[in-house]
């Protein structure tokens, strides 16, 4: 379920800034360009960390290993 929603979040912030970046003002001075790369920067740090939560997510483990783990223990005693 999570992979769907890194996936999810990976996507909607992508597609705001295909539609954001155009009209964001980079070569303004002042404040309005100070919040064009401060954007710019918080999305990409979006996209950074959704990928890596996609990419990096710990693996399922199977209901049958556990089962055979927690009778290994019960033997083992």
């Known amino acids: 379920m999570k992979k769907n929603r890194y996936l999810l979040c990976l996507l909607l912030a992508a597609a705001l800034m295909y539609y954001a970046v155009p009209k964001l003002p980079f070569a ?24 890596s939560g ?7 483990k199977s209901y049958k290993g556990r089962e055979i ?6 033997r083992s005693y």
């Open 54 to 60: 996609l990419l990096f997510s710990p693996k399922k």
């Open 69 to 74: 783990q927690s009778k290994k223990r019960i």
């Open 28 to 51: 303004a001075t002042g404040t309005s360009g100070l919040f064009a790369c401060v954007w710019l920067g918080f999305a990409l740090l979006v996209i950074a960390g959704n990928l």
